[in-house]
């Protein structure tokens, strides 16, 4: 199962099958090397050229169609580093078919133009449930996300929750939240299920290095 992917469907299927796949990933990651500097300090000993209170920026597809949405209280843009740093983001992820993602964080940093979100501090990105999909809940301390080809990564410990499901991953995890939603997890998993309202004991699943 080394390099699979596997998609997020159905009430718990999906979680099963990320604790089985962990053991046999090797680690490979959109950015490397290394992870996105900390916005607390890639803009030390500069000034920003303008700062942006209370905004919200709404991105559209090719139709017109509202794409993503950015708020943040305090916006400040580096001309140098062609980059941003948001205070409190809240970035909300929109899917045709499904409930949007919506991702809050204590900082983040925007760079390219938008096509790349950091987030840093308390992550949490949840999608409400629909159909029989239960509600999704992702938390961590950083996250990388590419809005366009709706894919998220992350190279820090990792929480998937699902009704009263959940797995840990120690290294990270890649996502690609677009419907079927598939997701890839690094490092140690570590997961508790719920059978006919009784819970498992936790799962241990270790990738060889």
């Not at 204590?106 to 760079?111: F, M, P, S």
């Not at 699902?162 to 419907?179: K, Q, V």
């Not at 997890?185 to 799962?203: D, Q």
Request: proline share 8%; no cysteine; hydrophobic share 40%.
């Amino acid at each position: 199962m080394d390099g699979s992917t596997h998609a997020l469907s159905g009430r718990r299927p999906w979680l099963v099958g990320l604790l089985l796949a962990a053991a046999g990933l090797a680690a490979w990651w959109y950015r490397q090397p290394g992870p996105a500097p900390d916005t607390a300090t890639a803009t030390a000993g500069t000034t920003p050229d303008y700062v942006v209170e209370g905004l919200t920026a709404v991105t559209m597809d090719e139709f017109g169609r509202p794409q993503r949405r950015l708020t943040t209280p305090r916006l400040r843009h580096y001309a140098e580093a062609d980059s941003s740093e948001l205070d409190t983001p809240q970035l909300v992820l929109l899917e045709e078919g499904a409930p949007p993602w919506i991702v809050r964080s204590e900082r983040g940093r925007v760079l390219d133009n938008g096509d790349e979100v950091v987030l840093q501090g308390a992550v949490r990105a949840e999608r409400a449930a629909f159909g029989s999909n239960e509600a999704v809940t992702l938390t961590t301390s950083e996250l990388l996300i590419l809005p366009d080809v709706h894919y998220a990564e992350s190279d820090q410990p990792v929480r998937l929750e699902s009704g009263r499901d959940w797995i840990d991953a120690s290294e990270g995890m890649r996502l690609w939240f677009a419907e079927p939603m598939r997701t890839q997890l690094f490092g140690r998993a570590r997961a508790l299920m719920h059978v006919a309202e009784s819970a498992t004991t936790p799962a241990d699943a270790a990738v060889p290095p």
